[in-house]
């Protein structure tokens, strides 16, 4: 029976195989990596200094900003003394698919993270721009 052993170049570009592989299976999640889990929202009234608070459990005064889990609908209420009050209902919406991610060997994988991190999402409107009406 014949013994077979890989030669160095063989055993060096298996190395490289299995690394290259590892490597692709770490970054697979490019969303999770590149946009991370949460997003910055951004509330505006015309005209400013409207209170600004969610179901979320977030509040702040226009124009603002607030940073959110990407994951998850959320309800923001606009109120100012004069003005009607305003409810608007945010929600989390996959982002498109990149056909380049899914064709790699990790895609699917990185597809899955993405989708179970959140990083895959947005909120939408995002930047919320309203207008606000005055009482009657």
Not at 50 to 63: D, E, L
Request: proline share 6%; charged share 20%.
């Amino acid at each position: 029976m014949q013994e077979h052993t890989l030669s160095p170049c063989s055993a060096r570009a298996v190395g490289c195989a299995a690394l290259a592989l590892a490597t692709a299976a770490l970054i697979g999640a490019c969303a999770t990596v590149k946009r991370g889990t949460s997003e910055t929202f951004i509330v505006r009234t015309a005209p400013d200094g409207a209170i600004a608070s969610s179901s979320a459990g977030w509040k702040c005064t226009t124009p603002c900003e607030v940073e959110v889990s990407r994951r998850g609908d959320f309800v923001v209420a606009l109120r100012k003394d004069g003005y009607v009050t305003q409810t608007i209902t945010i929600r989390s919406v996959p982002i498109a698919a990149r056909p380049t991610s899914v064709t790699l060997p990790t895609g699917l994988i990185g597809s899955a993270v993405d989708a179970a991190s959140g990083a895959n999402y947005e909120h939408q409107p995002n930047p919320l721009t309203v207008t606000l009406e005055r009482e009657e």
